[in-house]
C-alpha cells in the first residue's frame, strides 16, 4: 500500500515510496530514513567555511565568520577585482559589494574558484548493496544482480529474464528478492541444478560389483556369478537350464533363469518343438498343405503354385511347352496352347485330320495330308460347287465347272474350254491342261 499521503517525511522531505521500504527525498542539511537527522555542515573534511573561516552549524544548514579580506556564505569572496581565467569549469566572476569579488560556479562545482565537484554521493540512497557513482551535480546508482531502478529498491525477476534459463536440466525457477531459487528434478543439486549428484554414495550394491553413477539412480554391474538390481542374487544361467540354441537370462528380481527360445522352439527350457501348423492362422497359401517339422515346418503347395508358403503362382509356360510356334497362355495349375490351323494336341503336336468333316460329297473320298485333303469323286460325279483355299493369308473362291479331279496333289484335266473366273475378273484358257496346288486347311463345299 501507498503511504505517502501521510507525509511519513521530516524536516520537508518529499514520500517516494513506502513499500517495501519508505524512501524519503530530504531538504539539503537532512538526512536518514525519514530525514530526522540534522547534518552538521561543519564536520565535513574539508568543511565549507574557505578561506580560514569558522563555521557554525544551525538546523538544516551552518553559517560562516570569515576573517578580515573575505566575504560570502562560505567566505569565498575575496577582496579586490575581477581577473580573466580566475574562475574555473566556466564560472563567472562578478564584483561585490564592499571591494570584493567572487566566483559564481555552474551546477556540480563549488569552491573559491569553482574547483570542486562536491561528492554527491554523500548522504546517497542507493539501496540493496548498490554502489553509488558520483556525477556533477547527480549521482547513479549501479545495482548488484538482482536489484534495478534508480536506487537499487526494484526486484528483477531472473526467472522471466530472456536468454537461457537460470535453471538447468528441468529445474523450476522460483524469484526472490534480490535473487532466484531453483527446485531440482531428482538426481541435480546446486544452484542452477547443474550438479549431477553421485547416487552411488548411497547405493548398496553387492560386495564386488562396481557401481555406475546414472542420473537421479545407479547401476550395480555385477561379477560373474551375480544378477539382481543389486548384484544380490546368483545366476541361475550358470547350470545351463535352456536348450543350446536357446539364449539364458535371468529375472532380476527373483535371480530365476528366463530362457529366450528360438523361432520353431517353445516350453520353459525351450526343448519343446512349436507346432507351426496349430498356431491358428494356416501359414500356408492357395489351400497348401501344413507340415510340422523339428523347429519349422513346410507347406505342400497344390498343383500351380510354389515357394515356401505356395504364396507364388507356378509359370508353366516358361519351359515352352507348345510346338510348332504355338503361344501358351498360362493358367492356375496348367496351361493352353493355341494351336495354329493344321495342328492340334495339348502341346500342338499332331497334324489336324482335314477329313474329319467329312468335306467330300456324293461318295466321294477324301484323303487327307499335310494339313490339308483332296476328294476321289466316283465316275459321273463332277467337283462342283463353291470352295475355299487359304494361300499366305488370305482366301480365293472360285466356280468352276464340268470337270474331274485326278491323282496327285494336283488337278490335271481338260475343262474343255469352259471359263474359270476369280473375284469378279475371267481367265480362260482350252485345250491345255491346268494344275494347281492348295494349302492346309482347303475344302470343297457341295
Given amino acids: 500500500m501507498d503511504f505517502c499521503p501521510t507525509n511519513p517525511c521530516a524536516n520537508g522531505g518529499t514520500c517516494l515510496l513506502t513499500y517495501p521500504h519508505i524512501v524519503c527525498q530530504c531538504l539539503p542539511g537532512f538526512d536518514g530514513h525519514t530525514c530526522q537527522h540534522d547534518v552538521n555542515e561543519c564536520y565535513r573534511d574539508p568543511g565549507p567555511c574557505t578561506n580560514g573561516g569558522t563555521c557554525l552549524n544551525s538546523l538544516g544548514s551552518f553559517r560562516c565568520l570569515c576573517p578580515p579580506g573575505f566575504s560570502g556564505p562560505q567566505c569565498q569572496h575575496r577582496a579586490g577585482p575581477c581577473s580573466a581565467g580566475l574562475c574555473l569549469h566556466g564560472g563567472t566572476c562578478r564584483p561585490l559589494p564592499g571591494g570584493f569579488h567572487g566566483c559564481l560556479c555552474p551546477p556540480g562545482y563549488t569552491g573559491q574558484l569553482c574547483e570542486v565537484n562536491p561528492n554527491d554521493c554523500v548522504g546517497h540512497h542507493c539501496r540493496n548493496g548498490g554502489a553509488c557513482q558520483d556525477g556533477v551535480g547527480t549521482y547513479s546508482c549501479l545495482c548488484p544482480p538482482g536489484w534495478m531502478g534508480w536506487d537499487c529498491s526494484g526486484d528483477e525477476d531472473e526467472c522471466l529474464a530472456p536468454g537461457p534459463p537460470p535453471c538447468h536440466h528441468g529445474g523450476t525457477c522460483h524469484n526472490l528478492p534480490g535473487g532466484f531459487r531453483c527446485v531440482c528434478v531428482n538426481g541435480w543439486s546446486g544452484t542452477s541444478c547443474s550438479h549431477n549428484v553421485d547416487d552411488c554414495v548411497s547405493a548398496t550394491c553387492f560386495p564386488g560389483a562396481t557401481c555406475l553413477d546414472r542420473v537421479g539412480t545407479f547401476l550395480c554391474q555385477c561379477p560373474p556369478g551375480r544378477t539382481g538390481l543389486l548384484c544380490h542374487l546368483s545366476d541361475a544361467c550358470l547350470s545351463s537350464p535352456c536348450h543350446a540354441e536357446a539364449s539364458c537370462d535371468t529375472n532380476p528380481l527373483t535371480g530365476s533363469a528366463v530362457c529366450v527360445c528360438q523361432p520353431g522352439s517353445t516350453g520353459p527350457t525351450c526343448h519343446q518343438d512349436l507346432d507351426e501348423c496349430q498356431l491358428g492362422a494356416e501359414p500356408c497359401e492357395h489351400g497348401g498343405r501344413c507340415e510340422n517339422t523339428v523347429g519349422s515346418f513346410r507347406c505342400r503347395c497344390p498343383a500351380g503354385y510354389t515357394g515356401s508358403r505356395c504364396e507364388a503362382d507356378v509359370d508353366e509356360c516358361l519351359s515352352q511347352p507348345c510346338l510348332r510356334g504355338a503361344p501358351c497362355l498360362d493358367l492356375l495349375g496348367h496351361f493352353q496352347c ?61 466356280i468352276w465347272g464340268a470337270g474331274a479331279v485326278s491323282g496327285g496333289l494336283g488337278m490335271d484335266r481338260d475343262l474343255g474350254g469352259r471359263g474359270l473366273s476369280w473375284g469378279g475378273w475371267g481367265l480362260s484358257w482350252g485345250g491345255w491342261p491346268w494344275s494347281g496346288i492348295w494349302g492346309a486347311g482347303g475344302s470343297v463345299i457341295e
Avoid: K, M, V, Y
Fill in 338 to 398: 493355341l494351336c495354329p490351323p493344321g495342328s492340334q494336341g495339348p502341346t500342338c503336336e499332331r497334324e489336324a485330320d482335314a477329313c474329319a468333316s467329312h468335306p467330300c460329297g456324293n461318295g466321294g473320298r477324301c484323303q487327307a495330308g499335310a494339313g490339308a485333303f483332296r476328294c476321289h469323286c466316283p465316275p459321273g460325279e463332277t467337283p462342283t460347287g463353291i470352295w475355299g483355299l487359304p494361300w499366305g493369308g488370305w482366301a480365293w473362291t472360285g
